[in-house]
Each structure stands twice: as C-alpha cells, then as structure tokens.
C-alpha cells in the first residue's frame, strides 16, 4: 500500500518538474545563440539519424503527461 501512494504522490511532482522544464526550454529557445547552436546540433550527422526518434517520444511524453491533466 505504501508503493501505490508513493507513486501517486510522485504524479503532481513530475507534472510540475515537466512543466517547469518546459517553460525553460521555451525560454531558452528565445535566445537566437541558443536557438544557432540547436540548429548547428541538429544539423551533425550522428545526430540528424536519432532526432526524428526523439522528437516522437518527446511528444509521446507530452501526450501521456497532458492526459495525466
């Protein structure tokens, strides 16, 4: 019983730290330096194979999060 609300408590912390993570990822994106070095960084080759992968399970994430809502 103590493993079940242990993890029901640790749903509203992950929904804060994701959305906090969010906010300062969007914030982030607002500089144009860091906005250049992302682009720079999507653009390596070892990275441009695994990006559309990622940026999948980073909306699966999101879709799974926001239905936790």
Partial sequence: ???LLRRLKA?????VSYSLL?????EALGDPQVR???DRFRSD???AA????????WRTLEKALNQLR
Avoid: S
Wanted: charged share 20%; proline share 11%.
């Fill in 45 to 47: 080759p070892v990275i």
């Fill in 50 to 57: 695994i990006y559309p992968r990622i940026t999948a399970e």
């Fill in 1 to 3: 019983m103590g493993k």
């Fill in 11 to 15: 749903v509203p912390d992950v929904l």
């Fill in 36 to 38: 250049t070095a992302l």
């Fill in 22 to 26: 969010r906010m300062e990822v969007q």
